[in-house]
């Protein structure tokens, strides 16, 4: 089925996203390998919950897996993490949620998060109603991350997309990482942005299965 060849091929990338984490560096050296254990993946069943992401040194990539984690802890999600620089767009119409996610380059979301998200499908809404959230890393603490996720929250909305936010106000915008400033400069990233992000893939994923599919 169609679904079924979608689901191999996010598999194969999924796989293939995990294998380049270890030539990132240090900053991915906590990043698990992503498993997709429950076979109704494989069919396209269960809440299809994708974590796309671009990353450079790799922090990025950490987050968005503690993103998944939190997702994939709510029964019944199958959930995929992908570069968005490797995930065809036709994925996004099996998706029944989508959270992204970018580093910050000059005060906004890396422009390679930017052009995969100007391919996404428009005319006529089709991922209308599907919820989400967003998430970057940035070097400063105050250096564009917070206008970054707002950037990031109004591509979603010109695509009639649902905003989650986090589960505090702490995270109300998404969840934004410090990794070049004291005191949360270091080569892995600080526990405490892994905890929120695991706490807003876990609430995506949740308020997903709550909606249903889409459409």
């Known amino acids: 089925s169609a679904a079924r060849s979608l689901a191999a091929a996010l598999a194969i990338a999924c796989l293939a996203c995990a294998g ?71 994925m996004l119409a099996q998706a029944d949620a989508v959270l992204v996610g970018a580093p910050v380059h000059n005060g906004n979301p ?23 959230a967003v998430f970057v890393t940035g070097g400063g603490l105050h250096a564009g991350a917070e206008s970054s996720l707002l950037a990031l929250q109004r591509s979603r909305l010109s695509f009639s997309m ?33 905890t929120k992000a695991r706490a807003l893939g876990r609430r995506v994923a949740t308020l997903a299965r709550r909606l249903g599919t889409p459409g």
């Open 20 to 90: 380049s984490a270890q030539a990132a560096g240090t900053a991915t050296a906590a990043l698990p390998a992503p498993s997709i254990t429950p076979p109704a993946c494989w069919l396209g069943e269960g809440t299809q919950v994708l974590v796309a992401f671009v990353s450079d040194a790799g922090y990025t990539r950490t987050l968005a897996a503690a993103v998944a984690q939190g997702a994939a802890e709510v029964p019944g999600a199958c959930v995929w993490l992908l570069d968005a620089r490797a995930a065809p767009v036709e």
């Open 110 to 132: 890396a422009s390679a998060m930017l052009e995969w998200i100007e391919r996404w499908p428009f005319h006529g809404a089709p991922l209308r109603d599907r919820p989400g």
């Open 162 to 194: 649902l905003l989650v936010g986090g589960e505090a106000w702490q995270s109300a915008y998404g969840v934004a990482a410090t990794t070049a400033e004291a005191p949360f400069a270091g080569k892995t990233l600080d526990a405490a942005f892994a």
